[in-house]
Structure formats: structure tokens, C-alpha cells
């Protein structure tokens, strides 16, 4: 079974400045996709970012990019000049490629941003 | 990317009563997911909703408390039967994007916060 675990239930960070959540998993599969979403007190979950394993590229999305190590099966988001409206809870997430594709989810991240 | 429409955003019940939350999506959708998130926890999958096949639970979770319908490719319902205190929590839904990779994830719905008296 896969698991995700992220190991800071709370981090916080002043405006402009850049933060890095962390996040592990395991898994034996050799392809899987992995996902950093984010929780507003809304309760909508909103994509940031997104990763296949086979591309070693790191992904970036304007502030947002992972620093993902297959081999430590590791996989940060960083988050740049980060801004008041980043403040959220953020879930690192698993999905395999076969057997119904679902997703699991890490214990997240409180993201606080201050002014 | 698809929306996904759930209600009731929030309600109260009684303990021992039922609650149905329902999701509509406005696109066609192979697959659905259930998932629970508990005060301030991550979620955590109830079951897979397929169109057309019994839905596929994990451990912990059983039909009879959980039961989930999903008459067509674009509707699921899923009934928390005989509540009590412990099954106040957050329930969201999930579908793949559709048209999309299993890379772009999955889109979800804006949750049902249940809470139990």
C-alpha cells in the first residue's frame, strides 16, 4: 500500500518570502503521478501543482515547484514570494497508474502567511 | 476542467437518522471517489464509484453504513446511514478531469461538513 506522510503539521511564512513543505512517500510502483493540492477554509480543494514520476524534470507552476528525488521518494513544493492568499492547508497526494487510480493524500500542511 | 456540484454544504442531524449527499458533475465521468476528512485530518477514501458496478470499499468502510449509488456517468449519491457523533466530518466527492491524463488529477467537489448531534 502507498502511504504519504508529511511531517510539519504547521509552518508559517512572511509575505515575500519562500517557504518549502515537505512531503514522503512509499511506494514498490516505478510510475505514479504526484500532486500538491490546496485546502482554503472554503473547503475546495484546488490543484497547485503536479508531477509524473517518469519525467525528471522538476514541475513549476508561476511561484509554485517541486524539488521531487525519486530515489528518496521525495517530493517539496516550494512556494515563492509567497502571498497572503496562499494561506491554506496543503495535501501532498499519490496517485498509481493502475487499479482505479485513486488518490492518497497526505496529513497536510497548515500554511499560515503573514503580513 | 469539470465542476462538481455537492449538497448540502453543511447540515445537523440526529443521531440514529440517514443523510444522503449528492454530486453532480458536468461532464461525463467513468469514475467517482468518496472521501471522508475528519476535523482538521487529511482525507481519507471511503470508496470507488463506478457507473454500472457495485462501489469498491476500503477497509474500515462497509456498504451498509456507506451505501453509494451511481445511476449514471455524471451523478453519485452517498448515504451515511444510522449516524452518530463519530461520523461528523467533512465528506467530498472526486472525479477524474475528463478528457484529461490521470496526470491533471482529479477535480473535487466543495464538500459536505455533517455534523452529528
Known amino acids: 500500500a502507498q502511504t504519504v506522510t508529511q511531517s510539519q503539521p504547521e509552518m508559517s511564512v512572511q509575505e515575500a518570502e519562500t517557504v518549502t513543505l515537505s512531503c514522503t512517500y512509499d511506494?514498490?510502483?516505478?510510475?505514479?503521478?504526484l500532486f500538491w493540492y490546496k485546502q482554503p477554509p472554503s473547503r475546495q480543494m484546488i490543484l497547485v501543482i503536479r508531477?509524473?514520476?517518469?519525467?525528471?524534470q522538476n514541475a513549476t507552476e508561476n511561484r509554485f515547484s517541486v524539488n521531487f528525488q525519486k530515489a528518496a521518494k521525495s517530493f517539496s513544493l516550494k512556494i515563492s514570494d509567497s502571498q497572503l492568499g496562499d494561506t491554506a492547508m496543503y495535501f501532498c497526494?499519490?496517485?498509481?497508474?493502475?487499479?482505479?487510480?485513486?488518490?492518497?493524500f497526505g496529513a497536510g500542511t497548515r500554511l499560515t502567511v503573514k503580513p | 476542467s469539470a465542476v462538481i456540484s455537492q449538497k448540502p454544504s453543511r447540515d445537523i442531524c440526529q443521531r440514529g437518522t440517514s443523510l444522503t449527499i449528492q454530486c453532480q458533475v458536468d461532464?461525463?465521468?467513468?469514475?467517482m471517489f468518496w472521501y471522508r476528512q475528519q476535523p482538521g485530518q487529511s482525507l481519507t477514501l471511503i470508496a470507488t464509484?463506478?457507473?454500472?458496478?457495485?462501489?469498491?470499499?476500503e477497509s474500515g468502510f462497509v456498504i451498509d453504513k456507506f451505501p453509494i449509488s451511481r445511476p449514471n456517468l455524471t451523478f453519485s449519491t452517498l448515504t451515511v446511514s444510522n449516524m452518530s457523533p463519530e461520523d461528523s466530518s467533512i465528506y467530498l466527492c472526486?472525479?477524474?478531469?475528463?478528457?484529461?491524463?490521470?496526470?491533471?488529477?482529479?477535480?473535487f467537489g466543495s464538500g459536505t461538513r455533517l455534523t452529528v448531534v
Open positions: 472526486s472525479a477524474r478531469v475528463p478528457g484529461g491524463a490521470l496526470a491533471y488529477g482529479y477535480t
Open positions: 511506494t514498490s510502483e516505478n510510475n505514479y503521478y
Open positions: 508531477q509524473e514520476a517518469y519525467k525528471q
Open positions: 497526494a499519490f496517485m498509481k497508474l493502475y487499479n482505479n487510480n485513486d488518490m492518497r
Open positions: 461532464s461525463q465521468v467513468t469514475m
Open positions: 464509484a463506478n457507473q454500472g458496478s457495485e462501489a469498491t470499499y
